[in-house]
């Protein structure tokens, strides 16, 4: 198969990072389209790719088009994702899927019937770390897994007058902290044990109960360079801070503290997996690090090294030990995986990806916690399994 054309939807922080990675592997943009055609053009012409399309409906329209990526807000996700798949394009999307259980069910459902492959971007299992902990998990290593608990907490919208298109539930949807970040935790303790969560409690706090919203568009992350002066005070109707507690498939407990609210806290992700024969502890902002802990002999500190990793880390390791490697090369290493899919016709035996099935489960999750928030109640997750 020649190599396919690519486009990618959504020229914010997102959107440009897809780029950056797809040109790291050598896969050739061949167009891009925004927020309007202007968007499209100056990025088209400032990142030196060949063309730019008017609408998203042009780019449907184009038969060279091949796949699709998706960076756009989260309310545009199932209508393009949809349009895409019945056009017979393969969709990488940004997370969450869509904005409801229904909509990614519908969504996942069509990914099947057309054979296309679909993936959502849960990039935090592509640390070769997280690969390396998993690989030593089904090893036995940690034995059986009985406490998993962690943070994902963040501080970008810290202040009253931080603002982003999430904060609008039209846009970003019902949940915020739990489906923007809390689904790459989940998402990543789950991939790494082969557990399934069961049942969840959940409660929110809303900290900044009103808001102050400026005139024009805020890209993600750069208030805090750029000062909002606006006096337009908002109510926020979705969650700065997520509480939840977990209950696993083999009866193991859980619970995790999620931010966006949290000072000094700029993307700090840990967990840590009590198992009977040891633990595990990895903390993104120090990506490059394993924590292990025993009972009976000392702790160890496991450094990112290929040739100290089992084969099928060691293959998803895109530098020696002592060279290291962060957020950016996760992105090379989930397109790497879903781009190989594509030309081989199957997915990869290790380091599979998140596709759009997993979107769904992720969607799953988000409605019984939301549910369990609302009535204030453990709720199973197959309550709302339809």
Same mark, same amino acid.
């Given at each position: 198969?020649?190599?396919?054309?690519?486009?990618?939807?959504?020229?914010?922080?997102?959107?440009?990072?897809?780029?950056?990675?797809?040109?790291?592997?050598?896969?050739?943009?061949?167009?891009?389209?925004?927020?309007?055609e202007n968007e499209a053009q100056k990025t088209a012409s400032e990142l030196s790719i060949p063309k730019w399309y008017k609408s998203f409906?042009?780019?449907?329209?184009?038969?060279?088009?091949?796949?699709?990526?998706?960076?756009?807000?989260?309310?545009?996700?199932?209508?393009?994702?949809?349009?895409?798949?019945?056009?017979?394009?393969?969709?990488?999307?940004?997370?969450?899927?869509?904005?409801?259980?229904?909509?990614?069910?519908?969504?996942?459902?069509?990914?099947?019937?057309?054979?296309?492959?679909?993936?959502?971007?849960?990039?935090?299992?592509?640390?070769?770390?997280?690969?390396?902990?998993?690989?030593?998990?089904?090893?036995g290593d940690l034995g059986e897994p009985y406490l998993i608990h962690g943070a994902y907490l963040q501080d970008w919208l810290f202040l009253?007058?931080?603002?982003?298109?999430?904060?609008?539930?039209?846009?970003?949807?019902?949940?915020?902290?739990?489906?923007?970040?809390?689904?790459?935790?989940?998402?990543?303790?789950?991939?790494?044990?082969?557990?399934?969560?069961?049942?969840?409690?959940?409660?929110?706090?809303?900290?900044?109960?009103?808001?102050?919203?400026?005139?024009?568009?805020?890209?993600?992350?750069?208030?805090?360079?750029?000062?909002?002066?606006?006096?337009?005070?908002?109510?926020?109707?979705? /969650?700065?801070?997520?509480?939840?507690?977990? +209950?696993? $498939?083999?009866?193991?407990?859980?619970? @995790?503290?999620? *931010?966006? !609210?949290?000072?000094?806290?700029?993307?700090?992700?840990?967990?840590?997996?009590?198992?009977?024969?040891?633990?595990?502890?990895?903390?993104?902002?120090?990506?490059?690090?394993?924590?292990?802990?025993?009972?009976?002999?000392?702790?160890?500190?496991?450094?990112?090294?290929?040739?100290?990793?089992?084969?099928?880390?060691?293959?998803?390791?895109?530098?020696?030990?002592?060279?290291?490697?962060?957020?950016?090369?996760?992105?090379?290493?989930?397109?790497?995986?879903?781009?190989?899919?594509?030309?081989?016709?199957?997915?990869?035996?290790?380091?599979?990806?998140?596709?759009?099935?997993?979107?769904?489960? /992720?969607?799953?999750?988000?409605?019984?916690? +939301?549910? $369990?928030?609302?009535?204030?109640?453990? @709720?199973?997750? *197959?309550? !709302?399994?339809?």
């Amino acid at each position: 198969m020649s190599d396919p054309k690519v486009v990618v939807v959504g020229l914010g922080f997102m959107g440009r990072t897809h780029i950056q990675s797809l040109r790291r592997l050598g896969v050739e943009v061949h167009g891009v389209a925004g927020i309007d055609e202007n968007e499209a053009q100056k990025t088209a012409s400032e990142l030196s790719i060949p063309k730019w399309y008017k609408s998203f409906t042009e780019v449907i329209a184009d038969s060279e088009v091949q796949v699709v990526h998706l960076c756009t807000p989260n309310n545009l996700h199932f209508d393009q994702a949809k349009q895409a798949l019945l056009s017979g394009k393969h969709v990488l999307c940004e997370k969450p899927l869509a904005m409801s259980m229904d909509e990614s069910r519908e969504l996942a459902k069509l990914a099947k019937e057309k054979r296309l492959f679909t993936a959502v971007n849960y990039n935090l299992r592509f640390y070769p770390i997280c690969q390396e902990a998993k690989a030593r998990i089904s090893a036995g290593d940690l034995g059986e897994p009985y406490l998993i608990h962690g943070a994902y907490l963040q501080d970008w919208l810290f202040l009253k007058n931080d603002w982003n298109w999430r904060l609008e539930p039209e846009q970003g949807g019902d949940l915020r902290v739990v489906a923007d970040i809390g689904t790459h935790w989940m998402d990543l303790v789950t991939y790494l044990t082969g557990l399934s969560i069961t049942e969840v409690m959940a409660d929110f706090s809303i900290v900044h109960k009103t808001r102050l919203q400026p005139a024009g568009e805020v890209q993600t992350y750069s208030g805090k360079l750029e000062e909002n002066r606006s006096t337009n005070e908002v109510s926020i109707r979705t /969650e700065d801070v997520a509480l939840i507690l977990f +209950r696993f $498939s083999n009866g193991a407990l859980g619970n @995790v503290t999620l *931010s966006q !609210v949290s000072a000094g806290r700029k993307n700090m992700l840990w967990f840590e997996i009590g198992g009977s024969k040891s633990a595990m502890r990895w903390q993104q902002e120090n990506p490059n690090e394993l924590w292990i802990g025993f009972r009976d002999q000392p702790n160890q500190l496991l450094s990112k090294d290929p040739s100290l990793f089992h084969a099928s880390s060691r293959a998803l390791t895109g530098f020696p030990g002592g060279h290291a490697e962060g957020y950016p090369d996760t992105f090379v290493q989930v397109f790497k995986q879903f781009y190989s899919a594509i030309k081989t016709g199957k997915m990869p035996e290790t380091g599979k990806f998140a596709t759009f099935e997993d979107g769904h489960h /992720e969607m799953e999750l988000c409605e019984a916690i +939301r549910l $369990s928030a609302l009535e204030n109640r453990w @709720v199973k997750v *197959s309550e !709302v399994v339809k």
